[in-house]
C-alpha cells in the first residue's frame, strides 16, 4: 500500500504500518466499505482511512491531525476527543454514538463507533473510528416525530372523540361473521382515546378506560352495530345510536369506524363518536314540519302520499284499502261571518275529532289544505267497513264547535274510493275519492262511494286508464315520425317524434285521448320514457346509416319537474352515444308557467346537457315576455290553429307575423306546424319563418318508412 499517501510508514507506529502495508487484502475490504473509516493512534492522530475517508476529507486533511482538528463542525468536539482517549485508556468500545455535524449550512448525523485496536498482548494500540451517515435516518425519524406530535395534537383537540380498540388477540376474518362479532365483542379493549371521549363517557381521565372492554365506550357497543361493522368490510358510517348520560339525558350519538386487517387477522378498529342529539332534534324537527300541517299539526299531503305509496307496495293479494277524502261544507261562511282566527280554530278541533274517532281502527288522518282533509284505512274488510266509518266521522264532525263562547255547528262531504275495486295506486285513488268527493257535496249526500258513472270523462277514457299501464308493458305504443323542413334551404333537417296507440280491441286511440289520462296518472313518466329511449334509439340509428337528423319530442309539465328525467335523459345519450344536440324536447306554454321557477331550473340542467328546446302551441297560452327571456329555449312553434286560418284571416296572419318577428328579435327560431297548402308554405317564407311541418310537407311516417320516403321526395336532406 505504499502508492498510498495515507500509508506513509514514517509516521505511523511499526507494528500498525506493517499490519496495514502486509494486509493489502485489509486495506481493499476496508476500501470496499460504504462507511467512513479512521485508525488513530494512542494520541488520537489519524494514522490512516479508507476510501470513504477520502473522499470524506483529503489525504491533506485527514494524516497526520487529531480528531478534534477533523471535528470543527461537530457538537462538542472536544468531547468527541476525550472520548477517543477514554477508549485508548479503557480499552473498551463506545459505540452507535450519535453525533451531530454542522458543515456549512447543512446538518448532517453520524452513527460513529469507537473500537480499541490491540497488540498481541492486548495493549491498546490505537483506535478505528467506523462512521456511518444517518442523516437520512435522522430527517426521517423527525418528520417521524413532528407527524406524531401532530397526531396527538390533532386527537387531543378533536372535538370528536377518537378511539382505537385492539383485538387481545387478533381475530381470524376467515372464520364466520357469527364468530368474528362475539369475538369482537369478547377481545376487544380500548388501546387508545381522547379527552372528549372520556367526557362522552362521563369519566375525568381517559386514562381510566384504557384497557377496559368493548362495551364501557359505547360506540361500537351494540351487536347490531358490530355486525354491520363485519359485514360492511370492517367499516362503520355515521352509526347513530342513543346513550343517557349520568344526568339521565338521552343523548344521540354517531360513529364511524375503520377495522385495521393485516396478514388476515383483524388487529384493532378506529373509530370517531360525536354528540349529534342537537343536530337530530333539529332535522326531527325539520321533517316534522315538513310533513306535518303548521295549523293542525296533522300529517300533510307529502307525508300521506309516501304512507299511501308504502302500502300499495306492501298490500297483499287479499287485503283492501280505503281513501276518504273530507271537505267541509259552507266554511267560507265562518271565516267570512267570524274572521278567518275562528275558522282556524274549527280546523285545530277537526284533527283531533278524527283521530279520535278512528279509535282502534288502522288509519291516519291528514290535512290536505283548506278545508280538505283525508283518512286513509290501510285495513279494512269491505266496502260497508269504510262506508260506516264515513258516517262516523260525519256524525263527530257534527258536534258542536265552541269558538271563544261562540258556538257553532258544521257538515261535512266525504268521498269514498277502494282498493283494488277502484284503483291499483296512490294517485288514482286520491283522483276518485276526489270524483267522489264532489259527487257527495253536489248531491247533498254526505257520504259518496265512487262510481265510474261520477268521472266527467266517458267510460272508454275511464277503461283507458286501465289499459294504458298494460299497453306501456306490452309495447303497444309506437310512434311515428313527422319531417321539419327549413325554408332557407327547402330541406329536411328533422323529425318529430309523434306518439300512436293501436289498441287490440278498441282500435286506433288517439293521442288526445290518452296522453291527458297519463298526464292525471302515475304513467306519464313512464310513458314519456319510453317515448325518450325510443326516439334517441331511433335518431342513433338513422346516423349510423348517414343521415344527420335531429328528433324532437314532447315533454310534459308532470315530467319537466320530476328530478328523474335529467339523469335518465343524460344516462340515455350516453348510453346511445348521441350528441345532445341532436335531440329537441318542445314544451308547452302551460307547462311552463305552471311552475316557472321549477321549469326553470330543470331546463338549465336539460339544456346543460346540450339537448335543444322548445316551446310548442306557442301563442294559445300566456307567456310573460320577462320570463320567455330568461328560458335557455332556442324555438317557439306557432300553434296550428292560426297557421291554417291565416290566409282568410288578417287576425291570424297578423299574430303569425307578428311572433316571427318578437321570437327574431330575441334570437330564436320560429317552427310553424299544420302547413296543409303550398299558398301557406310560401306565405310563410315571404314572412321569414325558418322551419315549418306538415301534411303538405309529409304525414307522420313509421320509423321503417322514413328513409325511403326521404331519398325520393323532393325534401332530401343531402
Not at 647 to 668: F, K, P, R, Y
Request: aromatic content about 8%; hydrophobic content about 40%.
Amino acid at each position: 500500500m505504499s502508492d498510498s499517501p495515507l500509508h506513509a510508514s514514517e509516521a505511523a507506529p511499526e507494528h500498525v504500518s506493517l499490519r496495514f502495508e502486509e494486509n493489502r487484502e485489509l486495506q481493499r475490504m476496508l476500501d470496499a466499505m460504504r462507511s467512513i473509516i479512521l485508525y488513530l493512534d494512542v494520541w488520537g492522530v489519524v494514522r490512516h482511512g479508507n476510501l470513504r475517508a477520502r473522499q470524506w476529507r483529503g489525504v491533506d486533511d485527514l494524516l497526520g491531525k487529531s480528531f478534534f482538528e477533523l471535528a470543527l463542525g461537530w457538537d462538542d468536539p472536544s468531547e468527541r476527543h476525550r472520548e477517543i482517549m477514554q477508549v485508548v485508556r479503557t480499552g473498551k468500545p463506545l459505540l452507535s454514538s450519535m453525533e451531530r455535524v454542522k458543515e456549512g449550512a447543512v446538518e448532517r448525523w453520524f452513527s460513529v463507533d469507537k473500537i480499541p485496536t490491540v497488540d498481541n498482548e492486548h495493549r491498546v494500540t490505537g483506535v478505528l473510528l467506523v462512521m456511518n451517515d444517518i442523516t437520512e435516518n435522522m430527517l426521517k425519524e423527525r418528520e417521524l416525530q413532528k407527524s406524531e406530535d401532530r397526531y396527538r395534537a390533532f386527537i387531543a383537540n378533536s372535538a370528536d372523540a377518537i378511539w382505537c380498540y385492539d383485538l387481545r388477540p387478533p381475530i381470524d376474518i376467515q372464520l364466520t361473521n357469527e364468530v368474528q362479532i362475539d369475538l369482537i365483542l369478547q377481545r376487544a379493549v380500548l388501546a387508545e382515546g381522547n379527552d372528549k371521549l372520556a367526557k362522552i363517557v362521563g369519566v375525568d381521565d381517559v386514562k381510566d378506560l384504557l384497557g377496559l372492554p368493548l362495551h364501557r365506550n359505547g360506540s361500537l357497543s351494540n351487536k347490531a352495530t358490530i355486525t354491520q361493522f363485519v359485514r360492511n368490510a370492517y367499516r362503520l358510517d355515521d352509526q347513530e345510536f342513543t346513550r343517557v348520560n349520568k344526568s339521565g339525558e338521552r343523548l344521540t350519538m354517531q360513529s364511524s369506524a375503520i377495522g385495521i386487517v393485516e396478514n388476515g387477522y383483524l388487529m384493532r378498529a378506529w373509530g370517531t363518536t360525536r354528540d349529534v342529539t342537537e343536530k337530530r332534534k333539529y332535522l326531527d324537527k325539520m321533517e316534522y314540519l315538513a310533513n306535518h300541517d303548521p295549523l293542525t299539526s296533522l300529517p300533510n299531503r307529502s307525508l300521506l302520499f309516501r304512507k299511501m305509496h308504502k302500502a300499495f307496495e306492501l298490500r297483499g293479494p287479499h287485503s283492501r284499502m280505503a281513501l276518504l277524502l273530507l271537505d267541509l261544507d259552507r266554511f267560507k261562511e265562518i271565516n267570512d261571518t267570524l274572521g278567518h282566527l275562528a275558522g282556524d280554530k274549527v280546523l285545530k278541533q277537526l284533527g283531533p275529532r278524527l283521530e279520535a274517532e278512528l279509535g282502534d281502527t288502522l288509519g291516519l288522518v291528514a290535512r290536505l289544505g283548506g278545508d280538505e282533509f283525508a283518512i286513509f284505512l290501510p285495513k279494512i274488510r269491505n266496502r260497508q267497513h269504510a262506508i260506516v266509518l264515513a258516517h262516523r266521522f260525519l256524525d263527530s264532525i257534527a258536534q258542536v264547535f265552541d269558538i271563544e263562547g261562540f258556538q257553532t255547528e258544521i257538515s261535512a262531504s266525504i268521498g269514498v274510493a277502494l282498493a283494488p275495486d277502484h284503483a291499483s295506486d296512490a294517485t288514482t285513488l286520491m283522483r276518485y275519492a276526489d270524483v267522489a268527493m264532489y259527487h257527495a257535496k253536489h248531491r247533498l249526500k254526505g257520504v259518496s262511494l265512487y262510481d265510474p258513472v261520477f268521472d266527467s270523462h266517458t267510460p272508454k277514457r275511464l277503461a283507458l286508464i286501465g289499459a294504458l299501464g298494460r299497453a306501456i308493458r306490452e309495447d303497444q305504443l309506437c310512434l311515428q315520425y313527422q319531417p321539419k323542413v327549413c325554408l332557407e334551404t327547402h330541406k329536411v333537417f328533422g323529425f318529430e317524434a309523434l306518439i300512436r296507440w293501436n289498441h287490440p280491441t278498441m282500435g286506433f286511440i288517439p293521442p288526445s285521448e290518452f296522453v291527458p289520462i297519463a298526464e292525471m296518472s302515475s304513467f306519464i313518466y313512464a310513458m314519456s320514457s319510453w317515448v325518450l329511449e325510443q326516439t334517441i334509439r331511433q335518431c342513433t340509428e338513422w346516423r349510423a346509416k348517414g343521415y344527420d337528423t335531429i328528433c324532437a319530442m314532447n315533454l310534459s309539465a308532470r315530467n319537466l319537474i320530476d328530478d328523474r328525467i335529467v339523469g335518465d335523459l343524460s344516462r340515455l345519450l350516453k348510453q346511445y352515444k348521441l350528441p345532445g344536440n341532436r335531440l329537441e324536447l318542445e314544451l308547452t306554454e302551460s307547462t311552463l308557467m305552471s311552475d316557472p321557477e321549477r321549469a326553470l331550473v330543470a331546463l338549465r340542467k336539460i339544456n346543460a346537457l346540450g339537448v335543444n328546446l322548445s316551446i310548442d302551441d306557442f301563442g294559445t297560452g300566456y307567456s310573460s315576455l320577462a320570463y320567455l327571456k330568461r328560458l335557455p329555449v332556442g324555438t317557439l312553434k306557432i300553434d296550428g290553429s292560426f297557421i291554417q286560418g291565416m290566409l282568410e284571416d288578417d287576425q291570424d296572419e297578423i299574430i303569425v307575423s307578428s311572433t316571427i318577428q318578437l321570437a327574431h328579435n330575441l334570437g330564436l327560431k320560429i317552427v310553424a306546424e299544420c302547413v296543409e297548402k303550398e299558398e301557406v308554405y310560401k306565405r310563410l317564407v315571404d314572412l321569414g319563418c325558418d322551419n315549418v311541418q306538415g301534411y303538405y310537407v309529409s304525414r307522420p311516417l313509421d320509423p321503417e318508412h322514413v328513409i325511403e320516403w326521404a331519398e325520393t321526395s323532393q325534401w332530401l336532406s343531402h
